[in-house]
């Protein structure tokens, strides 16, 4: 079902310790809210078992931020969607574009990525979208289209209706350029439009799609107000309580 969703992502930031207290922040400050949205916490892997403990009994979910491309064995260094599951997360970010462009994670790989999270459990949050040379070239519908058809489109109904989507133009993440609403209702409802000629007009309104890209506190009221924008994928943003609470309660 489509559901607004505020989802942080704390990439490769906080210690341990640092993180396990901005979890217990963000719990304190949604703490008597009256919530219109699902709160989660995209995490690094070694502090995924710890925030799980520190939000139970809130409305707060866990995210990791990446997994494996295989289920187990002789890979050094990989964290599996087992491992994951095992830990009490419930969503993995999926096909960012850091792990994209630094980490060479193609298309193919993305695939099999989305195909483990959903086997085992988890909800994949999959990211796409363009860099500015092809935004400025206007390209970037086939972009984005080109990325789900390749890394999704494989899905059954079913499967690809747990699915949520965030589009991140690469350009706006970590910049301080935000795509404006328009922008980002204008390329939301192009992609629900995909995934209507795929799946039918139902499972394209009940897709949840987020947007990402210097999300803040200021602009989140007015993304979020577009009929196609779901709520957001937030990095900076949500490397403290007191940035990331306006965002939730922008809804
Ligand atoms: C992100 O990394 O997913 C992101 C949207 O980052 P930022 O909010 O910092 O642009």
Redesign the pocket.
Known sequence: MRKNIVAG?W?MNTSLQEGVKLAEDVKKAIEGKDLKCEVILGVPFTHLASVVEVVKGSAIKVAAENCADHTSGAYTGEVSVEMIASTGASHVIIG?SERRSYYHETEEILKTKVDLALAQGLTPIFCIGEVLEEREANRHFEVVEKQIVESLFHLCEKEFGKIVLAY?PVW???TGKTATSDQAQEIHAHIRSIVAKKYGESVANDLTILY????NGGNAPELFAKPDVDGG?????SLSAEKFLPIILAF
């Open positions: 992502n990439k960012h991140e706006a993440i970590g990402g890209g210097s999300c994928l937030i990095g900076g943003a």
